[in-house]
């Protein structure tokens, strides 16, 4: 992992950029959104949905080694989220800050 930590203050910088936009929102976007909205029109039931956008998710992260099956709760969570709220913004605002902040935090230690 610390191959993805920023090491530098311009590194910094774009991974804060890079957790915002492709972390926050796009991910967010095409997994909570996108996938979410096709499983349930292919399954028929919104949790089943949920539980199985969280599991591609959190294979997406595969390169997390064992804590993909913590990334894979995660994305159930933040599916759950998005259901409960009816919008991806508390999601995408969750998931941009998490990232932001675990660079920052890699960054000064």
């Not at 920023?6 to 996938?35: D, H, N, W």
């Not at 998710?57 to 993909?68: P, R, S, T």
């Not at 919008?87 to 969750?94: D, H, N, T």
């Amino acid at each position: 992992m610390s191959n993805f930590t920023p090491k530098t203050v311009s590194e910094l910088v774009v991974f804060l950029i890079l957790a915002t936009t492709g972390g926050g929102f796009c991910e967010e976007f095409i997994f909570r959104g996108y996938l979410t909205e096709q499983f349930s029109a292919w399954t028929g039931n919104r949790i089943f949905a949920l539980i199985l956008q969280g599991v591609i998710f959190g294979l997406a992260h595969g390169y997390y080694g064992k804590a993909m099956v913590v990334v894979m709760v995660e994305g159930c969570l933040l599916g759950l989220l998005a259901y409960w709220r009816k919008s991806l913004r508390p999601g995408m605002l969750a998931h941009g800050l998490q990232d932001s902040i675990g660079g920052v935090v890699a960054f000064f230690s």
